[in-house]
């Protein structure tokens, strides 16, 4: 059969399309919009199989739609495009509505219309299956079961965008005769999971040392339902299951979530070895339960087994043990999102445990775009000695490619607000300038007006990329914009929004920022260097190495006198590490360091930027003066080597 399959580099669809090309001799077409909890890498054994065909786009774009329907001819559809996440929809409901509801909406009506135009041979075998969720159920007490007539009673924003999207499925059967068919699954776990989700966040907090963190007291009980078991289930419901009829897939695995985190403490010391600080069980943190957190959820799949018969392979602990397995053999897959997803608690993560309010304390409430970037955790890392108390919002809390923050102004009325969200892929923005252009060009402009509108000062952070790199020396702030790419003229666009708003703003531009968290130019050099004897690097374009907590200091140090209502602080600065290097120096330095200290080294041959070619042009001089910055809060980084030697420090200590 062909298969359209959305929401295919997800979690579960990705394990459903791997099962279909791996186990069955069906043909797929991946349709996946590619959001923060997407990974084509999850479809990396399949992604060479004549069989398989990935297409990027969003289910909410009814013409892309129609147009994938034309050109593929799907037999069945397995809708499972999806926002997912719990916590994310209680901060920012809209993406769910619009996803999970809208975007419902408009695979029924593409389906229904391809289905009408149909061969009668076609149209009887054609299928469109919803996947949905237990949640839509609401909660159980300490019995019973969810059965397929349960009443629907959803707690949370994303519960009722599934139980609005359920109801549109079942509408367009009963009203147009669409052949759909319906499934709900109780929780999900398995390999290629996206750590925001509570087993795949223990498992690599755990693996780290970092803090377990757990809802309330940690009684609340899942129904745990193996991924692979998932998509044997999903298969045999589009190809078996009656029309108009639901089915409910759980794995009959009851755990509370404080049974599950002691088990993936107990596998991991099984598995990985001890800590040296103890068992993980003593990296258990208990944190304040989020709203709406529902008690109990288990499935009864009687129907699905008796009427299909299907039967889940694995029990929960053959499952988690397996699973915790592949996260310890397959770092390769999630260390990249660990760079941009480091494990805290979803929602909004504090430097104080306390509610958000306007001060806490003596110290002045800071709200922090860009979460999971490095100067953000470097902010929230220093903030609370300069005497600001910090809140981080991430992409989880407000997704500035659909909202603007200003709804989060609104609730949380910080004193100031530091903008550190970007969209920093230089060469991949060549390919994606919307997303560029709103992230670095509209974004910054809108959130300096809805602070100045509120009395807010605002921090925005820029680059080095508005230059050209043609400049002999180190570019002070009033040299002439002239980008070189796509990224550059978006944060270009951004600065003059950010200074055209009005009010008490700040616009900081930095270059070659490094630090411990993250992806960055450091922790790529080490990571080469472990399997690596030399390693080619790029000698012919200089600038000044930015340590990210250098960056971090100055932007809180000009939040404060922009909070004095300081005209001096107004306007454009320049933030960079003291001294300068090549890219061949920089790395020569970080392996030099990392030697001394017993880590990964490796020898640099120097290579010209001809050699090393990009999508995106680089500037050939990276350097910024800092001194404007200086004369105006009595601070500047430090040399770059001893920032350097600092960050060494940590990283090599991880």
Known sequence: MKVLVTGGAGFIGSAVCRHLIADHADSVVNVDKLTYAANLASLNEIAADPRYSFVQAD???????????????????????????????????GPFIMTNVVGTHVMLDTALTYWRNLEPDRAAAFRFLHV????????????????????????????ASKASSDHLASAWFHTYGLPVVISNCSNNYG???????????????????????VYGDGANIRDWLYVEDHARALRLIVQTGRVGQTYNVGGRNERSNLEVVHTICDLLDELAGPLAT???????????DRPGHDQRYAIDATKLETELGWRAGETFDTGLRRTVQWYLDNEAWWAPLRARYDGQRLGLTKTQGVEAEKTAGRRTSLLVFGANGQVAQEIGRIAESLGFSATLAGRDVVDLLTEDGSALLDELRPAAVINAAAYTAVDRAEDEPFAAFRLNGKIPGLL?????????????????????GRKDGAYVESDPLEPLGVYGESKAQGEAAV???????????????????????????LRLAESREEVGVVGDQHGCPTWAQDVARATLLLSRRLLEHDTQARGVFHAAGDGDASWAEFATAVFAGSAERGGPAARVRTITTAEYPTPAQRPQNSRLNSDHLASVVGWRPGPWRDSLSLCLDEVLSR
């Open 59 to 93: 289910i909410c774009d009814a013409k892309a739609m129609a147009a994938i329907f034309a050109e593929h001819q799907p037999d069945w559809v397995m809708h499972l495009a999806a926002e997912s996440h719990v916590d994310r929809s209680i901060t920012g409901s």
């Open 132 to 159: 949905s969720t237990d949640e839509v159920y609401g909660s159980l007490g300490s019995e019973g079961l969810f059965s397929e007539e349960t009443p629907y009673d959803p707690r949370s924003p994303y519960s």
């Open 191 to 213: 390999p290629y999971h996206f750590p925001e989700k509570l087993i795949p966040l223990v498992v690599l907090n755990g693996l780290e040392g970092k803090a377990l963190p």
């Open 278 to 288: 103890g068992p993980r069980r003593g990296l258990i943190t208990f944190v304040k």
């Open 448 to 468: 300096a007006r809805a602070c100045a509108a509120r009395g807010m000062a605002f921090v925005h952070i820029s680059t080095d990329y508005v230059f050209d």
């Open 499 to 525: 200074l055209a708003g009005g009010g008490d703003v700040a616009v900081v531009r930095t270059a070659w920022v490094y630090s411990s968290y993250g992806s960055n130019f450091v922790k790529t050099m």
